[in-house]
């Protein structure tokens, strides 16, 4: 069974509409973690939460909003899409020094 | 910023070979993580290695810590160990405040 589920695994939006992405783990992990990664570029860092609470925030948007309604549930979500926020985005938690990653989801802005 | 350096970019084998990737960064690593990328995308993490040496399977991570380097040794290559390899590393304390900065990856090609 899989430990990080990710929803939905591919999305399609048009520009300027509003999407969440949804994960959650099921591996007892206090820190959970948002990464993306564009065509272009190698997977970066977006945010770290423990405990629900926000960590670190490397994203220099903030139409990008993480959502913690429960320990294990970390959502994305991104308003006033743009064609440049079409990439994977994964999400990840760890304990200790491993993090483990979901199977991400694949957006596509149009 | 720190970064990561991976080598080489890609690597074509013939099954059987061995693989040796390299990943060079920027500044001290408190954590460092080997992870695999399928051509489909999934990310799974092969060993997480701040220093020394670690085994398992097929696979040898060496980190020497001082010289801001790591390597992992694939042996006895197979074609489904075709893919991506991406090195990442993390210079906070770790645990919840754990921050993965990535490496471009090696690219693997396994021939049979």
């Known amino acids: 069974d899989p430990k990080i589920i990710q929803k939905p695994k591919y999305l399609v939006a048009v520009t300027g509409s509003e999407k969440i992405l949804i994960c959650e783990q099921y591996l007892g992990h206090n820190a959970m973690y948002w990464y993306r990664q564009s065509a272009k570029k190698p997977l970066e860092f977006m945010f770290s939460?423990?405990?629900?609470?926000?960590?670190d925030n490397q994203t220099a948007s903030s139409r990008f909003q993480p959502q913690s309604s429960k320990k294990n549930h970390l959502d994305l979500q991104i308003t006033a899409l743009k064609p440049d926020d079409s990439a994977t985005y994964f999400c990840a938690s760890s304990q200790g020094d491993t993090q483990y990653f979901g199977p991400g989801t694949r957006l596509l802005v149009l | 910023g720190q970064q990561v350096q991976q080598s080489p970019s890609s690597l074509v084998l013939q099954e059987g070979e061995n693989a040796e990737l390299q990943c060079n960064f920027s500044s001290t690593a408190t954590q460092l993580q080997w992870f695999y990328q399928s051509p489909g995308g999934s990310l799974v993490s092969l060993l997480s290695n701040p220093s020394g040496t670690k085994h398992t399977g097929r696979l040898t991570s060496t980190t020497v810590t001082k010289e801001r380097r790591s390597s992992l040794h694939i042996s006895s290559s197979q074609t489904t160990d075709s893919g991506t390899y991406l090195c990442?590393?993390?210079?906070?304390?770790?645990?919840?405040?754990?921050?993965?900065?990535f490496g471009k990856g090696t690219k693997l090609s396994v021939k049979s």
């Open positions: 939460y423990s405990y629900q609470k926000l960590m």
């Open positions: 990442a590393i993390d210079r906070n304390s770790g645990g919840s405040n754990a921050k993965l900065t």
